[in-house]
């Protein structure tokens, strides 16, 4: 099967402080991966598109400066949060494509204090 | 762009019943992928089902399968002998090219199986 793994699960950070998050795909390889965004007791949302090598593109209305997203290698996408601010807290997903479908990492809840 | 609506906010059955979760979607796209997908309590989105849009036959995986409408623009789930493992948010989604684009997905379906 198709292993994503994303860590951490949770962190909790200060105000202004930036925090990154991982997402690796563990038995395949992905130049593309996904960031989505979901808020307590609602759906995902798409935040940007991971492009291995190249920039991120990121949806309508989500800020590129404030979450940065870097695809290092072929299993490797991060997302940094930052300068954080409480209202950045929400869960967040990735994904990455295999076999015509999307599998995702277990999410990282993010609290900022 | 695409646009993905789950009307069912909560459904609640007894075990072993079964079930079907309604899902409507709009696209230009005469391509494209649907899914269904679980998301138990532990937050972690599990594949449930995906059926191609371009094939007429519906999917089945095990106790789940599909009801597609293309026509309709309908993508029901059904779940037979459901199970207290079936607990969970099901979440429709839209996909254009399978996994890799990025999915459009319905606002969730809270299923609760009662013993």
């Known amino acids: 099967g198709a292993v994503v793994s994303q860590h951490p699960s949770w962190v909790i950070c200060k105000s202004g402080t930036s925090v990154k998050i991982e997402c690796r795909s563990l038995?395949?390889?992905?130049?593309?991966m996904f960031w989505y965004r979901q808020f307590p007791k609602q759906s995902l949302m798409l935040m940007a598109t991971?492009?291995?090598?190249?920039?991120?593109?990121?949806e309508q209305g989500v800020e590129k400066d404030k979450f940065l997203i870097n695809h290092a290698s072929l299993t490797l996408s991060t997302l940094t949060v930052t300068s954080a601010h409480p209202e950045d807290s929400s869960f967040y997903i990735c994904?990455?494509?295999?076999?015509?479908?999307?599998?995702f990492g277990q999410g990282t809840r993010l609290t900022v204090v | 762009a695409q646009t993905v609506t789950q009307s069912q906010p909560e459904m609640s059955v007894q075990e072993a019943e079964t079930v079907t979760l309604s899902c409507t979607y709009d696209?230009?796209?005469?391509?494209?992928?649907l899914f269904w997908y679980k998301q138990p309590p532990s937050r972690q989105m599990i594949l449930v089902i995906r059926?191609?849009?371009?094939?007429?036959q519906n999917a089945t995986e095990n106790r789940f399968s599909v009801n597609f409408q293309k026509a309709a623009k309908s993508f029901s789930l059904k779940i037979s002998d459901s199970q207290l493992g079936d607990t969970a948010m099901y979440f429709c989604?839209?996909?254009?090219?399978?996994?890799?684009?990025?999915?459009?997905f319905g606002k969730g379906t809270h299923l609760i199986i009662q013993p």
């Open positions: 994904s990455a494509p295999w076999g015509q479908a999307a599998f």
């Open positions: 038995d395949f390889q992905a130049t593309t």
């Open positions: 991971s492009n291995e090598g190249s920039k991120a593109t990121y």
């Open positions: 696209t230009s796209e005469s391509n494209y992928y």
């Open positions: 059926q191609e849009a371009y094939k007429q």
């Open positions: 989604a839209f996909g254009r090219g399978g996994g890799a684009d990025g999915l459009t």
